[in-house]
């Protein structure tokens, strides 16, 4: 396995919103620093919790209608976050074995826990290059991600719980605009994203722990989630809350709990 960049120290000093996520999903990659913010969000938003399981169940969810049903082979997975089984090429190399798969992020933990991404099948092929979603130009120059991907050829963009984390001043329109341009008619981009939409006043709270904490964020509505979808064709249902984006089962989630709007759009 080969990176982009020399991997940086941990810093342990303030808590990292990949490590809180880890928390939240009930996993063990995390420090004290993390757990403790991590529940001074649950504290403000019990909901946390099913926001983290849905979102990685509408990434299961929308990995295999898009390789069963739309014939996508190859994924460019951005914020993949510390791995969480299944990941993205499990669930992928599932339905099709020879699924190739990159993964994308900028946090040296997830680096320090990539081997676990690289696990596949024969037919498959994946990797894992640090880089930031901040700097698209970098990240689809890579040559990691050339070794693996055809461009030429459909790709899913998959940008789960991370466009949040990208605000306003940071133009995360026209970085989905750019990370789309270099992919082919036929591709895709799925995507989850927080909302206030349900309970402003708890999101705020959420808000200025995270902005406190070191980490920007900035939660949009439905509206503003659906603009990164424009020039694509949306799959039913569109832009809905995450439990309900193709559900196999009923789930007994509320919209407030779960705040997560989703969709998934095809490249015409």
């Known amino acids: 396995?080969?990176?982009?960049?020399?991997?940086?120290?941990?810093?342990?000093?303030?808590?990292?919103?990949?490590?809180?996520?880890?928390?939240?999903?009930?996993?063990?990659?995390?420090?004290?620093?993390?757990?403790?913010?991590?529940e001074t969000v649950a504290a403000a938003y019990p909901g946390i919790f099913t926001c983290a399981r849905e979102n990685r169940?509408?990434?299961?969810?929308?990995?295999?209608?898009?390789?069963?049903?739309?014939?996508?082979?190859?994924?460019?997975?951005?914020?993949?976050?510390?791995?969480?089984?299944?990941?993205?090429?499990?669930?992928?190399?599932?339905?099709?074995?020879?699924?190739?798969?990159?993964?994308?992020?900028?946090?040296?933990?997830?680096?320090?826990?990539?081997?676990?991404?690289?696990?596949?099948?024969?037919?498959?092929?994946?990797?894992?290059?640090?880089?930031?979603?901040?700097?698209?130009?970098?990240?689809?120059?890579?040559?990691?991600?050339?070794?693996?991907?055809?461009?030429r050829l459909p790709v899913a963009l998959s940008l789960n719980a991370l466009m949040h984390f990208v605000t306003d001043a940071q133009d995360p329109y026209g970085i989905v605009s750019r990370l789309l341009a270099e992919l082919p008619s036929g591709s895709a981009l799925a995507l989850s994203h927080c909302t206030p939409d349900f309970d402003p006043e708890t999101w705020q709270k959420v808000t200025d722990i995270y902005t406190n904490a070191g980490t920007p964020v900035q939660f949009r509505s439905q509206a503003e989630v659906a603009r990164f979808f424009e020039g694509l064709d949306l799959l039913d249902p569109g832009v809905t809350v995450g439990h309900r984006w193709r559900a196999d089962e009923e789930s007994t989630a509320s919209d407030a709990e779960v705040s997560l709007w989703t969709g998934v759009g095809i490249k015409p």
């Open 1 to 38: 396995m080969t990176n982009s960049h020399a991997a940086r120290e941990i810093d342990t000093s303030r808590p990292h919103s990949a490590r809180m996520y880890d928390y939240y999903l009930g996993g063990k990659d995390h420090f004290d620093v993390d757990k403790q913010a991590a």
């Open 57 to 151: 169940a509408f990434m299961h969810r929308a990995t295999r209608v898009l390789a069963r049903e739309h014939g996508i082979r190859q994924w460019l997975d951005i914020g993949t976050g510390i791995p969480t089984e299944p990941n993205l090429h499990q669930v992928a190399q599932s339905v099709v074995p020879e699924a190739r798969v990159v993964y994308a992020d900028n946090d040296p933990l997830v680096l320090r826990y990539a081997e676990r991404l690289m696990r596949n099948t024969p037919e498959g092929r994946t990797t894992y290059i640090e880089a930031d979603v901040n700097n698209p130009d970098a990240l689809l120059n890579a040559p990691e991600l050339a070794e693996v991907l055809d461009t």
